[in-house]
């Protein structure tokens, strides 16, 4: 009996080299790179993601406990061809069909407005803090206040506002209930009981917005718009003159464009939501064509700025060349911008504090209200304790340098960076908290 051969219809076929097409192509494209060490040459353009770059070397001992195959697998996950388009069809579909963007801590609210729900629950006070912890917290500012004023510095505490304080009307019913207190009320409150030198943006932006010809906020940003970006940095530039008793260069715009298509940092979150098709923005936004007055012998006040990253636009603008005397940026009292050291990033806790401190006329301190709970990371803490216990700060210095050396390599290396990432969101802690767990253990300091 003659055996009866197997046959593949044109369907069978047409599904296989469907399922084989990716990995062809990525095959494809990896024999046409440029140069043998091109290691980049599928990476996707995608904003917000933690590409690791680095292509898994191979080792015995890494075979055996199988994490070079875990290694590569996560290589090739970030390397294949289609990664790019098929993240960004997949987030189109939840964007379309379930109104959902697939940004870590985003929410989608009314008419098309996003928001960091964090933002959110900090408008309303839902993330409340001990009012004591508060006051402790500024009480210890008031003490660097006085040291530093002595020594011919002030200090400045800034209050930015958020999104969703600035847009409540934008918000899903869902989060809408009446608020008792908020973080921001209560540092003001504080603030202003104990004397310390302080800007409230945020009760300056509720007053502004009635009459506000150009939006404070975009629709699909997540910080202040550049329009009111360019007024918040006009008010802190006044604030300081009459602070510190000093004439600093002025910021100003002798015309505005206005658009309806966001720019730059105005769509923030958009850029992170990596859609195939963006939605139509249908907000007109300004964008002041800003000048800063050219004068030297203005620009001596020295200001250092530590700040979330709502400063980052006034970064851009160049606001820290041009009006501050070269002053620093600490982004979160940890990365240092612009770097003092041309060609490698450097964190606060490589500098000496006292002397950094102590180079400048003014300290300011600018958070919005959803980072009220980290006020100031941990500049408050350590710069009181420099100068009311230097016995014990600088000891205390010397035995977290080691986790603090591990902590820079995780977030310069991509591929250590994305397990503490992946960390973060699997145990739900703080980024720098994960950062921190596996920098000890890279120290042999826990298992």
Not at 134 to 159: E, N, P
Not at 273 to 281: A, D, F, G, I, R
Not at 368 to 381: A, C, K, M, R
Request: aromatic share 14%.
């Amino acid at each position: 009996m003659a055996v009866k051969q197997k046959t593949y219809s044109f369907h069978h076929i047409v599904i296989f080299l469907a399922i084989a097409w990716p990995m062809v192509y990525t095959f494809i494209k990896y024999q046409s790179r440029d140069g043998k060490e091109d290691i980049t040459y599928n990476k996707p353009n995608l904003i917000g993601l933690v590409i690791n770059d680095e292509k898994p070397k191979f080792s015995m001992s890494a075979w055996f406990d199988g994490s070079y195959q875990a290694a590569v697998e996560d290589y090739n996950n970030d390397h294949w061809a289609y990664k790019e388009k098929m993240v960004r069809l997949n987030n189109q579909f939840y964007y379309q069909a379930f109104n959902q963007i697939r940004v870590n801590g985003f929410v989608i609210g009314k008419k098309d407005y996003v928001f960091s729900e964090s933002y959110i629950f900090s408008a309303f006070g839902d993330d409340l803090m001990p009012e004591q912890k508060i006051r402790t917290l500024l009480q210890k500012a008031k003490v660097v206040q006085d040291t530093l004023k002595k020594k011919g510095i002030d200090l400045l505490l800034v209050y930015a506002p958020g999104k969703g304080a600035s847009c409540k009307e934008y918000i899903e019913d869902k989060y809408i209930h009446p608020v008792k207190n908020t973080n921001h009320s209560m540092f003001a409150a504080n603030s202003k009981e104990l004397a310390l030198n302080y800007l409230d943006l945020y009760a300056y932006f509720e007053k502004l917005k009635p009459t506000s010809p150009y939006p404070l906020f975009p629709k699909f940003g997540h910080h202040w718009s550049y329009y009111g970006e360019c007024l918040a940095v006009d008010t802190i530039i006044k604030h300081i003159e009459n602070l510190h008793h000093c004439d600093m260069p002025f910021i100003f715009w002798p015309k505005i464009e206005v658009v309806d298509t966001a720019r730059s940092r105005d769509a923030d979150v958009l850029n992170s939501m990596n859609l195939y098709s963006n939605p139509e923005q249908n907000m007109q936004l300004a964008y002041p064509i800003i000048q800063f007055e050219n004068d030297s012998l203005k620009n001596t006040t020295r200001v250092l700025t530590i700040s979330d990253s709502y400063w980052y636009g006034p970064v851009y603008m160049g606001v820290g060349q041009a009006c501050f005397a070269n002053g620093q940026f600490w982004y979160y009292a940890n990365r240092v911008v612009p770097s003092p050291r041309p060609g490698e990033k450097v964190e606060v806790w490589q500098l000496d504090l006292k002397q950094e401190i102590e180079s400048n006329n003014v300290v300011m301190l600018l958070y919005s209200d959803g980072n009220l709970p980290i006020f100031g990371n941990t500049f408050i803490d350590d710069a009181y304790e420099l100068y009311t216990s230097p016995k014990t700060y600088y000891p205390r210095v010397e035995r977290n340098k080691q986790i603090q050396v591990y902590a820079k390599q995780i977030r310069e290396t991509p591929g250590l960076l994305k397990k503490s990432t992946q960390k973060s969101t699997d145990l739900q802690i703080p980024l720098d908290s994960a950062i921190r767990v596996d920098a000890m253990k890279m120290a042999g300091m826990i298992k």
